[in-house]
């Protein structure tokens, strides 16, 4: 089977509750509005891939309990290939989303005894993608398939939400480094060293910077795109409808600017409602935000 994007890494099944104010030491507090949905960075954007109309595979580890169920039912009904989702015994994970009227959000997540899995937990020969887009929360797993795609012309991305073993074992093993602020200042201090530190590993460097932007560097040129502005209701998942539309967007004519431009409408989008999920745009989406822009 050929696909355009391949997602590999972390599925976890998240409950979103919408709160007046950050919980204060030993308070208890009612939430406005809840929602429960599966989220994670590699199966938001594969979910992302295929709002955008593109074709679209997550790999990686959803639990055979209720949470895992759900996800796994969404991820179907979403029309993601679901061929390479190992189920198991071990818990689904879950996060624990307390999003605040500004957009704003704390998260708490919970894995439990479940483990990254191994190398040779999923057998890839039955598929084939033009662009495989890594999380880092399968280290051994991205590694190995990374490893056996060496000889093949297929374009490999990274999402790099903050620094840990998986993305650092992957940051310079990939062609596109699309990494978060949060990632840039854990890894350098600050964002224009991180920019050019990490241009010294992959041939391309993007940095999200929020409702600032981004930033990027490949060869000898360098540039910023400001974002789009909207109203954040929940800025969940924002970061994975950017990675999500950027990797889509490479498997197409579009110019860098303009891949620029689309992923971070998809990431602008996914601010304006509650849960990332559930906001995660299409491309009807997308051209209303170019249109706005514009007006």
């Not at 509750?17 to 989220?39: L, N, R, T, V, Y």
């Not at 191994?118 to 280290?139: R, Y």
């Not at 398939?145 to 490999?156: A, E, G, N, V």
């Not at 909207?230 to 994975?240: E, K, L, W």
């Amino acid at each position: 089977m050929t696909i355009d994007v391949l997602c590999v890494g972390h599925a976890s099944y998240d409950l979103v509750f919408s709160i007046d104010h950050h919980p204060f030491a030993d308070e208890k507090m009612s939430a406005s509005a809840f929602i429960g949905m599966g989220g994670g960075p590699a199966a938001n954007a594969a979910v992302t891939v295929a709002k955008l109309g593109f074709k679209a595979a997550y790999a990686g580890y959803l639990g055979l309990d209720i949470y895992g169920e759900h996800h796994y039912r969404e991820l179907l009904d979403m029309g993601v290939h679901s061929d390479l989702i190992i189920r198991g015994r071990s818990p689904t994970p879950l996060s624990t989303v307390l999003v605040k009227p500004d957009g704003q959000r704390a998260l708490i997540n919970y894995k439990s005894q479940t483990k990254a899995l191994a190398a040779d937990a999923i057998d890839f020969s039955s598929i084939s993608a033009k662009v495989v887009l890594f999380d880092g929360h399968e280290p051994q797993l991205s590694l190995a398939l990374l490893d056996s795609y060496q000889d093949k012309s297929i374009i490999s991305v990274l999402d790099a939400g903050s620094l840990h073993d998986g993305t650092l074992a992957l940051m310079d093993k990939v062609d596109y480094l699309v990494c978060s602020e949060k990632f840039a200042i854990q890894y350098a201090g600050t964002i224009e060293t991180a920019l050019q530190r990490l241009a010294d590993l992959a041939p391309t460097v993007v940095i999200t910077l929020g409702e600032k932007g981004l930033i990027w560097k490949r060869s000898q040129e360098q540039g910023a795109l400001s974002a789009f502005p909207v109203t954040c209701v929940d800025s969940t998942g924002a970061g994975d409808a950017f990675h999500g539309a950027f990797a889509a967007a490479l498997c197409t004519d579009m110019s860098w600017f303009d891949i620029l431009r689309y992923a971070s409408a998809a990431g602008a989008w996914c601010c304006t409602k509650l849960g990332a999920r559930t906001s995660l745009p299409n491309n009807e989406d997308i051209q209303l935000l170019f249109k706005s822009a514009k007006a």
